[in-house]
């Protein structure tokens, strides 16, 4: 919100209409995350436990407590994998469709055009006069429209995820009545296997300002694991700011 008003000063003739619509989704999305586990918590485990403690019975309200706790936290996961995130993605990619097409019908023709659903919907264009025009949260999805000069920096970013899985061999046992203690049992031994795989994800982070010496905004452009993509816009819109 301050960016879009800050720039309301320097070239209010090019912010778009606010895009009141995505904002809502966006903020309803939100909202939902937020507060469906903790409808299912309330649910689930807040009003058993209250109307035992009104029943006298404290003993039963703790056990009940105990057990709903996880009864919510399946019912929590089944929820978002269910309902929240296929919901989410289909909002989300609906919003981005909608900010693509707007960034693609600009005044001034277009030479590249980037859109993204994950994390929150958003798009941005580089113009043929060299103009990089970008929508998305951090312009309160008003359209912003930065000249070389405007542009602090940019840059890909990663984060590495390793995730260890854990395989265990099975074990054969074997003996008879006589030998050492009741059994004489001898084990072939057992084996376990780990393999490790690491998971790279990039994202292209562009820091600007609308003003010299003013406030330094960032947007966070998701690319997933595609690193090359990632590269690819950060040395477009390079290209911009040296082009300054």
């Known amino acids: 919100m301050d960016a879009v008003a800050e720039q309301a000063s320097f070239r209010q003739d090019v912010i778009a209409p606010p895009n009141d619509d995505i904002r809502a989704t966006v903020e309803q999305v939100e909202a939902i995350t937020i507060w469906a586990p903790r409808a299912i918590l309330a649910?689930?485990?807040?009003?058993?436990?209250?109307?035992?403690?009104?029943?006298?019975?404290?003993?039963?309200a703790i056990v009940v407590g105990v057990i709903m706790f996880f009864v919510a936290r399946i019912i929590t996961t089944l929820v978002d994998a269910l309902v929240v995130r296929p919901m989410t993605t289909v909002r989300y990619k609906a919003a981005a469709s909608a900010l693509s097409a707007q960034v693609q019908s600009?005044?001034?023709?277009?030479?590249?055009?980037?859109?993204?659903?994950?994390?929150?919907?958003g798009a941005l264009a580089i113009t043929r006069n060299g103009h990089l025009v970008l929508v998305d949260r951090s312009t309160n999805y008003s359209h912003l429209w930065l000249q070389s000069d405007q542009i602090v920096n940019v840059g890909v970013e990663r984060e590495a995820t390793q995730i260890t899985k854990t395989k265990h061999g099975g074990s054969f046992t074997f003996g008879s009545l006589f030998g050492s203690g009741l059994f004489g049992a001898y084990n072939t031994g057992s084996r376990s296997r780990s393999t490790t795989k690491t998971i790279e994800t990039a994202f292209l982070e562009i820091q600007y300002q609308l003003e010299r010496n003013g406030s330094v905004y960032t947007s966070i452009i998701p690319f997933g694991s595609d690193r090359r993509?990632?590269?690819?816009?950060?040395?477009?819109?390079?290209?911009?700011?040296?082009?300054g």
């Open 43 to 60: 649910l689930f485990v807040g009003l058993p436990v209250l109307l035992n403690l009104l029943s006298g019975s404290i003993g039963l």
């Open 106 to 121: 600009l005044p001034e023709p277009t030479t590249l055009v980037q859109s993204w659903s994950n994390g929150a919907p």
């Open 229 to 243: 993509g990632a590269d690819a816009l950060c040395a477009a819109i390079t290209r911009i700011e040296h082009a």
